[in-house]
T-cell receptor, first 116, second 112 residues
Framework: EPEVTQTPSHQVTQMGQEVILRCVPI?????FYWYRQILGQKVEFLVS????????KSEIFDDQFSVERPDGSNFTLKIRSTKLEDSAMYFC??????????????FGSGTRLTVV | DQQVKQNSPSLSVQEGRISILNCDYT??????FLWYKKYPAEGPTFLIS?????DKNEDGRFTVFLNKSAKHLSLHIVPSQPGDSAVYFC???????????FGTGTRLTVIP
């Protein structure tokens, strides 16, 4: 079964530092997503990416956030200047559009970001 | 703005009994609903879904019921097994929206 791979599994960073969370989506998927879950809260949509550009983003995804697909395999989420409230589990997902809009999501195991 | 709500953060049931996980939503434009299961240190995995044109979908031990007038859905697991112990997320999809709306999750513990 193909997997979405996320690295690192846990990252601790100081407030104000930049972090890059990395994801390797499933190779034949074309849609990519970042979601996050703050402890005890719902899983929240951050951004979707298709055809090398952002297709949709939430109000959480402000100027501190950016996404990139630098080399055709990795999909990264950058937070430029981390805040304490950015501490969360970040999930990457990719979607197999041939299976329809709901069946095709595959999530990675997440990166736990802790900002201190 | 919490459009999908799971009001029970946790649920414990005995092995062999029925588990019922509940989910409420506010957006009447949602037209597809999904349940995801999440084990520790893993990402959410798709479990079962239901279209808004149906009121029931069954897959083995798992059945999802949808009550559109009440904007409520539930996941029934019967019989429950210890391996079902996980966090269950309800999610909703809307035509034209390229993302899923999740609830906060319910932690199910099945006691052997």
């Amino acid at each position: 079964e193909p997997e979405v791979t996320q690295t690192p599994s846990h990252q601790v960073t100081q407030m104000g530092q930049e972090v890059i969370l990395r994801c390797v989506p499933i190779s034949n998927h074309l849609y990519f997503y970042w979601y996050r879950q703050i402890l005890g809260q719902k899983v929240e949509f951050l951004v979707s990416f298709y055809n090398n550009e952002i297709s949709e983003k939430s109000e959480i995804f402000d100027d501190q956030f950016s996404v990139e697909r630098p080399d055709g395999s990795n999909f990264t989420l950058k937070i430029r200047s981390t805040k304490l409230e950015d501490s969360a589990m970040y999930f990457c997902a990719s979607r197999d559009q041939t299976r329809g809009r709901v069946y095709g999501y595959t999530f990675g195991s997440g990166t736990r970001l802790t900002v201190v | 703005d919490q459009q999908v709500k799971q009001n029970s953060p946790s649920l414990s049931v005995q092995e062999g009994r029925i588990s019922i996980l509940n989910c409420d939503y506010t957006n009447s434009m949602f037209d597809y609903f999904l349940w995801y299961k999440k084990y520790p240190a893993e990402g959410p995995t798709f479990l079962i879904s239901i279209s808004s044109i149906k009121d029931k979908n069954e897959d083995g031990r798992f059945t999802v019921f949808l009550n559109k007038s009440a904007k409520h859905l539930s996941l029934h697991i019967v019989p429950s097994q210890p391996g079902d112990s996980a966090v269950y997320f309800c999610a909703a999809d809307q035509t034209g929206a390229n993302n899923l709306f999740f609830g906060t999750g319910t932690r199910l513990t099945v006691i052997p």
